[in-house]
């Protein structure tokens, strides 16, 4: 993968949005969902894999309005596309479940029936302290890894949000690139910009080639970390994964 098609990826460095349009689906041939429990807690969280073209509604109703179509297939590395899922609810007989949507404004939420979901739980989540400079993961509520960090300098400040979750892993595979071997676009976008880098200011959590920038403010929004701790991250993240990010 090219830092080009990286660079258009993800904002702040790393910018772009998802293809997501708000008509038109088409039913998965084998629906099947698994019982999930309850909001994300700091023990455990529930990610739905999108098992086909489906649409995001406002409310947990076929006449609901359309807030977009999710596509099964993550536009960046084609992966499978994995969301938070933000609570469940029976309406008429079927079962919804509400979603974290990689659209703006930052922590939208939309409803799908939860057949078209794939569900699983972790119990994997990050903290994100922008003031502290400082990446946390927590598994269970136990802090597994702290690492250092880069954040939005002042005029491209990280958003502040606790709805954000790991949209994709893109694997760079080259630790001499801008963007690191790594990189996390997040379901989150930049405050500041509306677009950068031919985006539309995607966020994300990337290694660097800077490394002497690492505890500083210099990103237009993204989180850089050292290429070893992103890394590190990389082995145990996989999409969904919740993420908040405090000032």
Not at 47 to 72: F, N, Y
Not at 195 to 219: C, K, Q, Y
């Amino acid at each position: 993968m090219t830092r080009r098609l990286i660079a258009g990826a993800v904002a702040a460095a790393c910018a772009a949005g998802l293809a997501w349009s708000a008509s038109g689906q088409a039913a998965p041939s084998r629906p099947a969902v698994e019982a999930a429990s309850g909001p994300p807690t700091p023990r455990v969280a529930w990610v739905g894999r999108v098992l086909g073209p489906v649409t995001a509604r406002v409310a947990p109703r076929r006449s609901a309005r359309a807030r977009a179509v999710v596509q099964p297939f993550a536009p960046f590395t084609q992966g499978a596309t994995e969301l938070l899922v933000t609570r469940t609810t029976t309406e008429a007989g079927r079962r919804w479940a509400e979603v974290l949507l990689p659209i703006r404004p930052n922590g939208v939420r939309g409803w799908v029936p939860a057949g078209y979901l794939r569900m699983r739980s972790t119990k994997l989540r990050i903290v994100i302290d922008v003031s502290e400079r400082r990446l946390t993961l927590f598994r269970s509520n136990r802090p597994v890894l702290r690492a250092p960090i880069a954040v939005g300098k002042p005029g491209t400040e990280t958003p502040i949000n606790d709805d954000f979750a790991i949209a994709e892993r893109i694997l760079t595979r080259t630790p001499g690139a801008f963007l690191g071997p790594v990189v996390f676009p997040l379901t989150g976008y930049s405050e500041k910009l509306n677009e950068f880098a031919g985006g539309n200011g995607r966020v994300a959590i990337h290694g660097t080639s800077l490394p002497g920038l690492i505890g500083t403010a210099a990103s237009n929004g993204c989180i850089r970390m050292r290429n070893q701790d992103v890394v590190r991250l990389s082995r145990v993240v996989r999409p969904g994964t919740p993420v908040k990010i405090r000032g």
